[in-house]
């Protein structure tokens, strides 16, 4: 939220925000307008652009409360920020596959990507102990992070997700080295 924005302001971008939620689970992403959005939401057209570009710019605008989660996430020694990822898609599930399963899931995937890598790049050392670069063991974090979550709420009935955030360890071991132990936290 910016600064000096007024209730107003909030009331319409979370209604617009609650719209394009609820409708992308019920209908397809590619198929949504900014007329249904508008219609849902109780707003009209004139005030949606005043406040976002197009649908793209609303859904992108809707993964703050992503980041906004991961933000004020405890982490425990020695883990990374992924149960907190993982507890946030299973609140979310059929939003979360609809996003991926549709036109928006570019949008979708890259906002979610940028919020998890640069967490990822504050809690990892600048170089691993074999030399891999903060940056690239940050981007395969997420890839890991990203394609699990996929798998895990495609499921029919996913796994808890202290099953699933130990699965991941497990897959990042590698990748994290000696920043997986409590020696040593990321």
Known sequence: MEQGEDRRVRRTRAALRAALA????TQSYDSLTVAKICDAADVGRSAFY????GKDDLLR????????????????????????????ALRHRELYRALTHSQAAPIA???VRRILESRAKKLLAPESSEG???????ALLVDVLISLVRWWLDRESPQ?????DAMFHELVSGILG?????DNPC
């Not at 005043?50 to 570009?53: E, L, N, S, V």
């Not at 004020?72 to 990374?80: D, L, Q, S």
């Not at 891999?132 to 940050?138: Q, T």
Request: overall charge negative; hydrophobic content about 50%.
């Open 132 to 138: 891999v670069p903060r940056n690239l063991r940050a």
């Open 178 to 182: 000696t920043q997986g132990s409590t």
């Open 22 to 25: 609820e409708l992308v689970v």
């Open 109 to 111: 995937t890259a906002a």
């Open 160 to 164: 808890a997700v202290d099953k699933i």
């Open 61 to 88: 605008s809707g993964f703050a409360k992503l980041e906004a989660d991961l933000a004020a996430a405890e982490v425990e020694p020695g883990k990374i920020f992924s149960a907190e990822f993982f507890a946030h």
């Open 50 to 53: 005043q406040h976002f570009k």
